[in-house]
């Protein structure tokens, strides 16, 4: 943010002395007009210098960038310097002014670190559904949605997946369900259950998740369904469509210290470019 202000002092002073002369009209902007001006002004020097624009020599055009903010605001240049200067005279309001400026533009930057941050965490959190994430049935086949992953790491695993289904679909009790099993030799298998979830017959997408912590180190699978269903008859009408299938534990997740340092070196090459627009 060092640099932006920077250039905000350069450009500001600029502004004063290129206006400082001039009979001061009440501006065409008002105060929160005018604010918002600035911010966008500062967001397109930012863009200009991560992109080494001023560094392009004779491909140096910023009136590109600027341009598309005259427009924004309907203003000329002309009328955008007498803004400055109506607002300048009154040095403590102006003050203020470019706090909110400052403020915001601190604002964009934390949910733009925050943005990468969840980013980089949701690429590289292992899912253990390795096969297809989306299916439209029946066009694309009737697969079955069952599952059994061998798993060691503690922590609440989480099975979740988009799901609609269509008005003609005859499945019933659509159902998503899981639980953890492990062998007894002495009583049989072993199961802790999930609670199961209900699917929703309106054709409407909505994310179907259920969720439960790993009992101990003894349980050695998860097991279960994204569809299940009680038909009785082998064949019958199924008319739905499931994506973002996701089965994981947040505690098998990648090194967060490596993840910091990339949000620092996005930040040190400056790649802070929000939408202006």
Request: net charge neutral.
């Amino acid at each position: 943010m060092n640099k932006v202000l920077i250039i905000t002092i350069a450009t500001i002073s600029i502004f004063l002395f290129s206006c400082s002369k001039e009979k001061k009209n009440p501006p065409k902007l008002n105060q929160e007009e005018f604010t918002k001006m600035l911010i966008d002004i500062h967001i397109a020097d930012g863009t200009m210098s991560a992109q080494n624009i001023y560094r392009a020599g004779k491909n140096y055009r910023p009136s590109y960038y600027y341009n598309s903010i005259y427009e924004k605001y309907k203003l000329q240049p002309a009328e955008f310097d007498s803004c400055v200067a109506y607002y300048a005279e009154n040095t403590a309001n102006f003050t203020k002014i470019y706090d909110k400026v400052i403020d915001s533009l601190n604002r964009l930057e934390t949910k733009y670190r925050i943005d990468i941050k969840n980013a980089k965490l949701e690429q590289d959190t292992i899912n253990l559904w390795k096969r297809k994430k989306h299916w439209i049935v029946p066009k694309q086949g009737k697969p079955t949605f069952s599952f059994r992953i061998p798993i060691t790491e503690t922590g609440i695993y989480t099975v979740s997946a988009d799901i609609r289904i269509f008005q003609k679909d005859q499945t019933e009790n659509p159902t998503m369900e899981a639980y953890f099993w492990k062998k007894d030799t002495t009583n049989g298998p072993q199961k802790i259950h999930f609670d199961p979830i209900k699917i929703e017959k309106d054709s409407i997408f909505k994310t179907y998740s259920i969720q439960l912590e790993y009992p101990d180190t003894t349980y050695t699978h998860l097991v279960g369904d994204l569809f299940s269903w009680d038909n009785d008859l082998r064949i019958f009408t199924q008319e739905y469509e499931i994506k973002n299938i996701k089965i994981y534990n947040p505690e098998m997740k990648p090194d967060t210290t490596e993840i910091e340092r990339e949000i620092k070196r996005h930040m040190d090459r400056e790649e802070f470019i929000p939408d202006i627009r």
